[in-house]
């Protein structure tokens, strides 16, 4: 008999590798798991166009709003992203819409006898799934999400119309190279030979990798933030948070290259950024979850991420700062803690994960960065204190962490 949808969920987080579960250990080294996978369903990648995407940081609202953009203009679109916040189907969808569960089931089955030959992770799964699912649906355009990375990434097994990289930072060291330069090399690895690129912010350390790789691989590149002319169309979109300025120009730039093609009209483009939650089912990004005190939760979880949060947060007007705070264990964190603001109360959860961060050491290490507040065992424990201490002109901000996130997204 076949597996009901949930147990077919418990069987991809039980029997593979799983990076939110196992960290780096669930990381292959290469892409044959993918490839083998893809030979298996008959190569989904080729039978469909797409746009691939990596970053450090707005690769998730860059994916999300040109997947809009594809909506509003009338393609038949898919849109694979990770990780998800609250069902396993938010990773794959068509114009908005999640995987069925009937699909994910049939999938499971089908490959359930090349498990233990290909010994896939979680990830490779997942990926070779959403290009079967779109494969089959007879999709106009993919808008593919790196995962992790860009050269070793799973994903990078399709050959795309472009190519963009929104930024680099320092995140995932331990995978990806201690140097924005060692950084920016695993993420110029989706760089296609003859396939244009857009890179969304220029840096002194990364810039002339990006160039190089370009050369290398004969393929046309351009920077967002050195093209003036964009700086004459302000586009606004519903991902709230000032920080999305810097996408929006990235997103400027991809369609300046794909209207060579396509003719996108600029009012389609501004109605699609204007309804990229409902177009898409985004959330997590500056997302108002309450009113009076005002909560805000924000999935930004790296260097670069938290200091666009925490400088938004200044410009936000409230009495009392509450901040409910979490991290996983495995992340470089004495960079993170410093940029913590010194005049907030303080709510330090632990996500439930085995990956997550014990709320007593992070208490522990943010005492010594002088910072003032208690540990709670659950991410739902220490919100709960922050909306008991605080006032209806307090703001109590949610962060950290994706998975801290997520719970209270639940």
């Known amino acids: 008999m076949s597996m009901t949808y949930q147990e077919t969920i418990d069987f991809l987080y039980s029997k593979l590798p799983y990076f939110t579960r196992d960290g780096k250990a669930a990381i292959k080294k290469d892409l044959t798991n993918t490839i083998q996978l893809c030979e298996v369903l008959g190569n989904p990648h080729l039978k469909f166009k797409s746009i691939h995407i990596a970053g450090t940081n707005g690769k998730g609202s860059v994916s999300n709003m040109l997947s809009a953009i594809f909506q509003s203009n009338g393609y038949k679109t898919g849109l694979y992203t990770s990780p998800h916040l609250l069902d396993f189907r938010e990773r794959i969808r068509i114009n908005g819409e999640m995987v069925n569960q009937e699909f994910v089931i049939e999938f499971v089955e089908k490959i359930k006898p090349h498990l233990e030959t290909i010994q896939p992770s979680f990830f490779e799964i997942t990926v070779a799934m959403c290009f079967d699912y779109f494969a089959k649906n007879e999709i106009d355009i993919a808008i593919i999400e790196t995962g992790l990375g860009g050269r070793l990434d799973s994903t990078n097994i399709i050959n795309p119309l472009l190519s963009v990289i929104t930024n680099i930072g320092y995140d995932h060291m331990d995978l990806l190279g201690n140097t924005l330069a060692e950084i920016a090399f695993e993420k110029a690895g989706i760089i296609k030979p003859n396939t244009t690129v857009v890179v969304g912010e220029t840096h002194a350390e990364t810039e002339q990798v990006f160039k190089n790789k370009a050369i290398e691989s004969v393929s046309p590149i351009s920077f967002a933030d050195q093209n003036l002319d964009l700086l004459n169309y302000p586009l606004e979109t519903d991902l709230k948070g000032s920080y999305q300025s810097k996408n929006i120009l990235t997103i400027l730039q991809v369609i300046q290259v794909l209207n060579q093609n396509l003719g996108f009209q600029l009012d389609n483009i501004q109605d699609a950024l204007l309804n990229v939650k409902a177009l898409t089912g985004f959330r997590g990004?500056?997302?108002?979850?309450?009113?009076?005190?005002?909560?805000?939760?924000?999935?930004?979880?790296?260097?670069?991420?938290?200091?666009?949060v925490f400088n938004q947060l200044q410009k936000e007007e409230f009495k009392t700062l509450h901040i409910?705070?979490?991290?996983?264990?495995?992340?470089?964190?004495?960079?993170?803690?410093?940029?913590?603001?010194?005049?907030?109360?303080?709510?330090?959860?632990?996500?439930?994960?085995?990956?997550?961060?014990?709320?007593?050491?992070?208490?522990?290490?943010?005492?010594?960065?002088?910072?003032?507040?208690?540990?709670?065992?659950?991410?739902?424990?220490?919100?709960?204190?922050?909306?008991?201490?605080?006032?209806l002109n307090d703001l109590i901000f949610v962060g950290g962490s994706t998975f801290v996130v997520a719970e209270i997204l639940t």
Request: with cysteine.
């Open 285 to 308: 990004r500056w997302e108002i979850l309450g009113q009076n005190p005002q909560i805000i939760a924000d999935t930004g979880h790296n260097i670069d991420g938290l200091t666009l």
């Open 324 to 391: 409910v705070f979490g991290m996983v264990k495995d992340k470089d964190r004495s960079k993170i803690l410093d940029l913590l603001p010194k005049d907030a109360q303080y709510y330090f959860c632990q996500p439930n994960l085995p990956r997550a961060l014990d709320s007593e050491i992070l208490l522990s290490e943010c005492q010594q960065k002088g910072l003032a507040g208690k540990a709670f065992a659950t991410v739902f424990d220490a919100l709960n204190e922050a909306q008991k201490n605080a006032d």
